[in-house]
Structure formats: structure tokens, C-alpha cells
């Protein structure tokens, strides 16, 4: 098993390559299972959720190739299958957005419930109110969850989403991108990755009008045919690098991104003290000598992100006095903080409350990443303590940050990536000396 272990006090200088959107990606590789034609899709991540989704579409018969690093083809032309492995299937969250795809492609779908990070109840229900809004049967049992449009086809509606729910408004527009006239999506989530996926498809032959806003207009259409298409840069992996640089007290270029969808992590950053100035498509990120503190509320886009709230809570560890967050999104979104604990961090936790009595200096300690985000924040953690930081599960890590530790090598930090059991032995050393 690998484990990340990393020498503390490093300073973060230089620059970073932005990858694509991981909540892009992981929904625009399942559409592509609607599209007549080969997809050439550009600037996929190249991480375990978007490798396990490829695999998946190669499992049901499509035909992919990687073009370059992060270039790949797909072709589901003569996709007939809908048998898609349950392991796989499992294991991932942007499973779900199959259903849209396979309904509009097939008429009917057969998938696990999502996997994913645990953040405590993630349901789906919004998403089976729309797919049954459009006129599909949606049935859970043994595990699977199955949806046939009745009829054949979904027939386009109107739906007021209960919840701003991100996979509801993506797995709709998928579903009703091939469904018989138009389908109005209201209280939609608005995320840049919703506006990416509607103009993959529009690139495709798809009318959606309205994405990133609360509506979203969809005019059903007979079918897809094949392009090219650029996926935007990951706004969470850049914020993660920003908030790095700013916790280490560093300097680093953020490259390739669309700073216009930092502006809300950018906002923040700006009231701890550290300086980001935007260009056209970078941030350079200047840490302060000494960090301000902060309250941050998540909330959907153009909020702050949740996905964002572990880092900058790692971060907020270190600013001088109280700083409170509170989580806008999930129910359980904290348990990263017992980690940050075994570090020194004083942290008190009520409900969706977090209270960080900041200044406090980090020792290093074995820690668990608890999820994908929570792990990014103990690698900041790590970076920023004195002494080595041990950080396990990182396979979470893996799920949505490319090259995570080869790219914040490059720019001074020291992490090596230990496998065990062989290792064992010395990393107890390394823990002993430090
Ligand atoms: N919700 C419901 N019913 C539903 C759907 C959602 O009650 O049918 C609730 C959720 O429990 C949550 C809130 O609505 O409290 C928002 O959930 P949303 O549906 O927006 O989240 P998601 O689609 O499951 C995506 C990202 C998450 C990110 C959230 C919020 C993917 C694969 N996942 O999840 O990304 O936190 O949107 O922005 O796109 C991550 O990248 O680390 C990650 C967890």
C-alpha cells in the first residue's frame, strides 16, 4: 500500500500546469456513450475516476485510445451492451450520470448506486425525479438501479429541482438531450463543469440553452455526431495550488486556468493577506508573512466550493485568531479534522460548524486521508508542520489530483511516495528521527 511521506517546512516556489475538470471530465466521458461518431476529447485528467469511466465505456464495447497523455478517442458507435461492471460501477460517484446517458442513448439503464466520497447521506433522488419527470420507471433493487423510458423514449418536461444539485442538473441535460421535445431544468446548479458539459454537447449537434444559470432549456434532438472537444481547467486542483502556495508562504504561477472561476477562492485568499493577482489564464499566488484569519461559508457556485473547504481548513490552522467555517453543501464533511488534530490543530466541531483557533504550529503525524479533498488538505498540513508527515489512503488523492505529488515536487516540496509493507521498517525510522 502507498503512502505519501512528507518532510515538513517546505515553501512552494514556482509554477503549476493545470489539469482538465475532473467534474467535467467524469461526466462528459459517460456522453460520449450518446454520440454517433468518434469523440476526440482534449485535456482529460488523468486520474482513477476518468481511467475507471474509460474503462468502463471499453467494458460495454466502445472503442478508446489514448491520441497523447491527455487526448483520448471514443468511439460507442456499436455500443449494445448496458452491462456495465458492478465493481466499477460502484466505486465512483459519476457513475450516475450513465443513467442519463444510457436512457438517451438506449432507452433504458442498468447501474449500481454511486459510490464515492463520504460525506455522510448522499442521495439521488433529484436525479430519479427527473428521469421519471421524463418518463422513465426507475426501480432500485439488489443493488442496481434500473430505468426504462416508457415507451422507448423520454418525452421533454418541465423540472423545478428541490435541492441545486450538480449530478441531478448534469444526469437531466444528459437524459434530455435525446429525449422527444424540450425540457426545462429549474433551481439548476450553475458550476462551470455543467456549462462545459452543455457545450461538449451543443459541440455535438445538442440545443441547450441557459447553463450557469438557474435554468437550463434543453430541446431534444434525434442524435449526436462526433467532434473534438477541449475540457476547461480543473478549478478545484488550481484552488488546492493556490491555497498550497498561500499556506507554505510561498510564490506560484497557476497556470492554464479561467481565473474567472477562482474569483470566489481568489476573494478569500485575499482577506488572509495572501496577494493573487489574475492574469488572462493565470494566478500568481504571493503568501503573506503572516495569515489573517477568516469565515468562509460554502454554498454552491459562485459560493465558495465545498470541495475547496478541507484545504482551506488546513489552511486556517494557521492563520492568526478564530476563523469559522461553515459547511453550506454536506451534513458530514469534517472528518478530516480528527486528523488535523493528531497534527496539533485545535479545531472544534458542531454540526456544520468549524471553529479554528488558528496560530497553532503543526507537528508532523501518521494521518489518514479521509477522502479526495480531506487529503489534499493533509498534504498542505504536512507541508506546512514541522517534522514528517505520513498520509495513508491516498488512493482518494489519486481519484481527482494529476501527478499531485510530482507537481508540487517541482515546486520545493518533499514528498516521496513509500510502498508498504516492503518500506515498513524505515518509514518507523523516519517517523522516529524527525
Ligand atoms: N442531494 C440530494 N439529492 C440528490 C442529489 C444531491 O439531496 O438527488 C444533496 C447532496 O446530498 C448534497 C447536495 O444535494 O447535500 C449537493 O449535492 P450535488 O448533487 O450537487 O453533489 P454531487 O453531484 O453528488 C458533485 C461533485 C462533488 C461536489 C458536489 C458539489 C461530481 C462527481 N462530484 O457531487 O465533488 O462536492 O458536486 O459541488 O461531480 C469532489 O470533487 O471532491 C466532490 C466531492
Do not use: W
Amino acid at each position: 500500500m502507498e503512502k505519501y511521506v512528507i518532510k515538513g517546512g517546505t515553501v512552494l516556489h514556482g509554477e503549476v500546469e493545470i489539469s482538465g475538470a475532473k467534474n467535467a471530465a467524469v461526466a462528459i466521458i459517460p456522453a460520449a456513450l450518446m454520440v454517433d461518431g468518434v469523440c476526440r476529447i482534449e485535456n482529460v485528467p488523468q486520474i482513477s475516476d476518468t481511467d475507471m469511466l474509460l474503462t468502463i465505456l471499453k467494458e460495454l464495447g466502445a472503442k478508446v485510445r489514448y491520441l497523447n497523455r491527455s487526448t483520448v478517442e471514443i468511439d460507442c458507435t456499436k455500443v449494445r451492451n448496458q452491462d456495465a461492471p458492478y465493481d466499477l460501477m460502484r466505486k465512483i460517484r459519476a457513475s450516475y450520470y450513465l443513467i442519463g446517458a444510457m436512457l438517451g442513448r438506449f432507452g433504458s439503464s442498468k447501474t449500481t448506486m454511486p459510490g464515492g466520497c463520504n460525506f455522510g447521506v448522499r442521495p439521488i433522488d433529484q436525479h430519479i425525479k427527473g428521469m421519471t419527470a421524463l418518463g422513465a420507471q426507475v426501480d432500485i433493487r439488489n443493488g442496481y438501479v434500473y430505468a426504462e423510458a416508457v415507451g422507448g423514449r423520454l418525452h421533454g418536461t418541465r423540472i423545478y429541482l428541490d435541492k441545486v444539485s450538480v449530478g441531478a442538473t448534469m444526469n437531466i441535460i444528459l437524459a434530455a438531450t435525446l429525449a422527444q421535445g424540450r425540457t426545462i431544468i429549474e433551481n439548476a446548479a450553475r458550476e462551470p463543469h455543467i456549462v462545459d458539459l452543455a457545450n461538449f454537447l451543443n459541440s455535438m449537434g445538442a440545443d441547450i440553452r441557459g447553463a450557469g444559470t438557474d435554468t437550463v432549456k434543453i430541446n431534444g434532438t434525434e442524435r449526436l455526431h462526433g467532434g473534438t472537444y477541449t475540457i476547461i481547467p480543473d478549478q478545484i486542483e488550481a484552488g488546492t495550488y493556490m491555497v498550497a502556495a498561500a499556506a507554505t508562504g510561498g510564490e506560484v504561477l497557476i497556470k492554464n486556468i479561467i481565473p474567472k472561476h477562482l474569483e470566489c477562492i481568489s476573494a478569500k485568499l485575499r482577506e488572509t493577506g495572501t496577494i493573487v493577482q489574475e492574469y488572462e489564464d493565470c494566478v500568481l499566488v504571493k503568501g503573506a508573512s503572516s495569515l489573517r484569519r477568516v469565515n468562509v461559508k460554502t454554498l454552491p457556485y459562485p459560493g465558495f466550493p465545498t470541495d475547496m473547504q478541507p484545504p482551506m481548513g488546513a489552511l486556517l490552522c494557521l492563520a492568526n485568531g478564530t476563523s469559522v467555517i461553515t459547511e453550506g453543501i454536506y451534513d458530514n464533511r469534517y472528518k478530516y479534522v480528527n486528523e488535523l488534530r493528531k497534527m496539533g490543530a485545535e479545531i472544534q466541531v458542531d454540526g456544520r460548524v468549524a471553529v479554528f483557533e488558528g496560530g497553532k504550529r503543526l507537528t508532523g503525524a501518521p494521518v489518514q486521508a479521509c477522502d479526495l479533498r480531506a487529503g489534499a488538505a493533509m498534504v498542505i498540513a504536512g507541508m506546512c508542520a514541522s517534522g514528517t508527515t505520513v498520509v495513508e489512503d491516498i488512493h482518494y488523492i489519486e481519484r481527482g489530483y494529476e501527478n499531485f505529488v510530482g507537481k508540487l515536487n517541482a515546486m520545493g516540496a518533499e514528498i516521496e511516495i513509500i510502498d508498504f509493507p516492503e518500506e515498513e521498517e524505515n518509514l518507523k525510522k523516519i517517523i522516529s528521527v524527525s
